[in-house]
């Protein structure tokens, strides 16, 4: 045995713990599948023993005991990353903080919550002061707060307020570090950055506090082209229009709204690619001027339906951001996607030079943010895969016409989102989790401080080798 799981379960005691191997292999996963390479890679990882602790105290406990006896501890929230980020790949402690769910305090403009709180349950909770968070993931019904930061980055609201990357959109964090005595720290200001995204490698969330904007009954509408680069360019367009208040801006090229979208599929017409927007219900007559003014169709208004035409739609959000590759995956299991960001100056045109090279094999995707005070678009194009070759073939294309790609097919910090090792986080584990027991793997800067990404050569765990 790898570990002294005995010794483990007998610090733990009065511990919610779990060793059934079909509890464990469940929670030792996440959406890592819609990576052909991922699951090639990840499919064997299981953890030894889950614990699931009820208060701070008891996280507390946890982290010394596995510190004590050298024990790896995974953290995570509901495990809807879609990177291999929550799974133990040197197996050992799986800590599953969905039982640390309170939300703690309200206030004007913040939240404070427990990091195993769910996004909508912190929404449900905040509603009575009429505010809600500024930004969730479309996994909003089901993701963590905890998990959101150190796993996600952004989603439904970024359009109006960036991603968790921008300072002000984590006010403050409570941390435990992985110590034979785990301390608690509180960070703010930049110092959130050590943490945010960081797979939970370097320390684990307690309770976060986040910023609240003013709550709406967002208005859900489609809105029809029949040319791509006109849809494109009006979701551009609204994005910049300050005075109409969004949640949300995505185009979905035709067909993948028609196949894929099969609850909303009677109101879009063959051919027509498709833009979603979420909008603050004041603004409908200013948005119906606007969209009238670009040439849109108007293809679905949540406010115009009678109630019982609503019944059993999904919320427009779970049609965008990475539920769009969910819903064409449903449809067919050959399509995977990639994650890319169309920077300035004319993102537009790097979009429409990319999808003239690549055709019908990779379907556009765009989700329009503001970034850095410009609105933008990233990219979750899908992917019709044929082999691993040929996909990092297409994601050498985006980079040479000067299209990041955070590439979706890597579990690693550095070779998926951040392209090269953040030194602050770095640091900061060298001082909250000297033993490098929290998730290992997931950092290569701590791993292998040698790995040369010039290579180009794919970092693979040692704890991984023999399986790939
Ligand atoms: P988990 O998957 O459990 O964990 C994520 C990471 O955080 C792991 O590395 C884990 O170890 C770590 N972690 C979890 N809790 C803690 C803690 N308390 N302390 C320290 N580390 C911790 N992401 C986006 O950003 N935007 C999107 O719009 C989006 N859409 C998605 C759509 C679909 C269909 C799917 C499958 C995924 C999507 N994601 C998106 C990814 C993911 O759902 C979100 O990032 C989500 O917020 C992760 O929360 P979770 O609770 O499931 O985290």
Sequence with gaps: MRYDLP???????????????????????????????????????????????????????????CFALGIPVTPRGAGTGNYGQAMPLAGGLVLDLSRLDKVLEIAPGRVRAQAGAL????????????????????????????????????GVGSISWGGLRDLGNILSLRIATMEASPQILT????????????????????????????????????????????AAAYAQALGEQDAILKKLVSVIAAPIPQTAFLRHRRFLPEGMHVVLV?????????????????????????????????????????????????????????????????????????????????????????????????????????????????????????????????????????EGGMKQTDPAQLAFKREADPKGLLNPGKMIAWENPEFDFATGRTYLFPGLEGRD
């Design 278 to 414: 979420m909008l603050a219900p004041m603004g409908s007559a200013a948005f119906e001027s606007f969209t009238a003014r670009r040439g849109g169709t108007m293809l679905f208004r949540s406010d115009l339906l009678a109630e019982a035409d609503r019944h059993g739609l999904p919320p427009l959000y779970e049609l965008a951001w990475n539920h769009t590759t969910l819903r064409a995956l449903r449809v067919d299991p050959a399509i995977t996607y990639l994650q890319t960001l169309y920077p300035h100056p004319d993102p537009l045109a790097r979009v429409a030079r990319i999808h003239s090279r690549l055709g019908d094999e990779v379907p556009a995707h765009l989700e329009f943010v503001r970034f850095d005070g410009r609105i933008t678009c990233f990219g979750l194009p899908l992917v019709h895969y044929t082999s691993e070759a040929r996909l990092d073939a297409i994601i050498a294309l985006h980079e040479e016409l000067g299209i990041p790609v955070f590439n979706p097919h890597r579990y690693t910090l550095e």
């Design 7 to 65: 010794a483990l379960k007998a610090r733990l005691k009065g511990i919610h713990i779990e060793d059934n191997p079909a509890l464990l292999r469940q929670k030792s996963r996440d959406f890592y599948w819609y990576s052909p390479t991922l699951k090639r890679q990840l499919d064997g990882v299981i953890g030894d023993l889950l614990a699931a602790p009820a208060s701070e105290e008891e996280v507390l406990r946890i982290l010394a005991a």
């Design 119 to 154: 996004l909508a349950d912190i929404d449900a909770a905040c509603a009575p002061s009429g505010q809600e968070l500024r930004l969730h993931p479309s996994t909003y019904r089901t993701a963590s707060i905890g998990g959101f930061i150190a796993g996600g980055s952004g």
């Design 187 to 230: 960070l703010s200001g930049e110092e959130v950055q050590k943490i945010a995204h960081a797979y939970g490698t370097n320390g684990i969330i307690l309770d976060v506090e986040m910023p609240l904007a003013a709550a709406y009954d967002w208005t859900e509408a489609m809105i029809g082209f029949t040319d791509f680069a006109e």
